[in-house]
């Protein structure tokens, strides 16, 4: 498997400091390294951002078991998914949601006006020049795995292509008649989830969050090894500590359990072609006894079975610490 770092630019103001995601250089970069990917022989490859604690041996075990799963379709699509609209010439993100649902509502905005096809509809019609498609979902930017025949088949699609030539006309100020991108960024997330909402038969397979995949270091996490995948923003003292109890738990383990879950398209009326398929993906190493051992209430907070539990405040509170 093939990895791939992005980087984030950051800028200062005499009052705050302001991290910037999605600048035109990431954008460049992931144009060049799709393009790289696709004639690489691996069958998977992965996308990932610099400040992410990764499981080695558990990614190992995700990218193993979704290839050899991958029955459906050879367009595989991994991570922890979040939606916007989508407006395809200038290129810019909008109407965010952290579900389809919610991304779906913004999506009817009167200035917005994005549809699943991006004709005009509603009252006022949309803009012509720039049509607005979604709701798109997008894995997010800490870790997403991709198949390298969905790589390979968004490199030889005509929309890529496309995309990036007027992200370069944009930035020239050659497409006069459009006036983004406004904020000199470009979504490259999104725009990957745009292009991967094209493909026939895609899997998008989401991560469990709170589970394997977590948004921001917390106390727990260390409690939840067996199914931890990757945490995000984890303190550079605590990469040590998390790698050797991770090395330690999969050496003393028996057996992993894996499941993947899968029924109907990802979304209802939204801009992904229907004959795609939504999977939820959860791998649990077993350990043997007596060698991990719980410092938070895991196991004994209530998840949900959703892609997205509900996770009681009194899991994430460090033993002896103030509950604030």
């Given at each position: 498997?093939?990895?791939?770092s ?9 009052n705050?400091k302001r ?13 060049a390294?799709?393009?790289?990917a696709?004639?690489?022989p691996?069958p998977?490859?992965?996308r ?10 558990m990614?190992i ?7 050899a ?16 609209s989508?407006?395809t010439a ?17 999506m ?33 930017g ?14 030889g699609g ?9 992200a370069?006309d ?9 006036k ?18 094209l493909?026939?038969?895609?899997q998008v397979?989401?991560f ?30 605590q ?11 999969w ?5 992993a359990q ?5 029924q ?7 801009a992904?072609?229907?004959t ?19 410092t ?18 009194t ?8 509950r604030?």
């Open positions: 498997m093939r990895s791939h992005q980087n984030k630019s950051t800028s200062y103001d005499a705050k991290v910037h995601t999605g600048t035109l250089t990431t954008y460049w970069k992931l144009a390294f799709l393009r790289y696709a004639a690489q691996e998977m490859i992965g990932s951002d610099d400040d992410v604690l990764i499981s080695p041996w990614l075990a995700h990218t193993q078991w979704l290839v799963r991958a029955t459906y379709s050879p367009y595989l699509y991994a991570g922890a998914f979040e939606w916007y989508w407006r200038t290129l810019m993100s909008t109407g965010f949601g952290f579900t389809a649902g919610a991304a779906r509502k913004k009817r905005s009167a200035w917005r006006n994005c549809s699943a096809t991006g004709e005009r509809v509603g009252k006022y019609g949309g803009d012509t020049k720039d049509p607005c498609v979604g709701p798109v979902a997008f894995a997010k800490p870790l997403m795995l991709l198949s390298t025949a969905a790589v390979r088949a968004v490199v005509g929309a890529f292509e496309r995309d990036v030539k007027r370069e944009l930035l020239a100020g050659r497409a006069q008649a459009y983004g991108p406004g904020s000199g960024r470009i979504d490259d997330d999104v725009q990957l989830g745009y292009w991967l909402s493909l026939p038969k895609l397979v989401t469990r969050r709170y589970l394997a995949w977590h948004d921001r270091w917390k106390a727990g996490v260390a409690a939840m090894l067996p199914r931890l995948l990757l945490a995000h923003k984890v303190p550079w003292s990469y040590g500590e998390m790698l050797n109890r991770t090395a330690a738990l050496r003393g383990a028996t057996t894996a499941r993947l879950l899968c109907g398209p990802p979304c209802e009326n939204c992904h072609t229907p795609q398929l939504a999977c939820v993906v959860d791998v649990e190493v077993q350990a043997a006894a007596g060698s991990f051992e719980t938070s209430c895991w196991p004994k907070c209530a998840f949900a079975r959703g892609s997205v539990p509900d996770v009681p405040r899991c994430w509170v460090q033993p002896g610490s103030r604030g």
